[in-house]
């Protein structure tokens, strides 16, 4: 079991930015798959951001080019920089750590945190 613990949500104007950050209660950090996704109302829950063990990225297309996942592994620690944010980001955002020594890992997932971007 992992315990996650979300920060950094509010309200932002467009074209603003914000940092989220994901504190992970675990001694095996360095070797879960971390990711952030979000859930508008209304609509499935989708990926923003994954960072694996070894540092490579993957970004949702909606994000490509403003977000930023940043992980620190001596601090348990997993942001993402939101710059020129958009009303349509809008959504809670959820923190996940999967195990890729686990096929189809759902993994383990924070409380969330909301994200508004409105003027």
């Known amino acids: 079991q992992v315990q996650l613990v979300e920060s950094g949500g509010g309200l932002v104007q467009p074209g603003g930015s914000l940092r989220l950050s994901c504190a992970a209660a675990?001694?095996?950090?360095?070797?879960?798959?971390m990711g952030w996704y979000r859930q508008a109302p209304g609509k499935q829950r989708e990926l923003v951001a994954t960072?694996?063990?070894?540092?490579?990225?993957t970004y949702g297309d909606s994000v490509k080019g403003r977000f930023t996942i940043i992980r620190d592994n001596v601090k348990n620690l997993v942001d993402l920089q939101m710059d020129s944010l958009r009303p349509e980001d809008t959504a809670v955002y959820y923190c996940?750590?999967?195990?890729?020594?686990?096929?189809?890992?759902?993994?383990?997932w924070g409380q969330g945190t909301q994200v508004t971007v409105s003027s």
């Open positions: 996940n750590a999967a195990r890729p020594w686990i096929i189809d890992d759902s993994g383990f």
């Open positions: 675990t001694k095996i950090f360095s070797m879960y798959v």
């Open positions: 960072v694996s063990y070894n540092g490579g990225t």
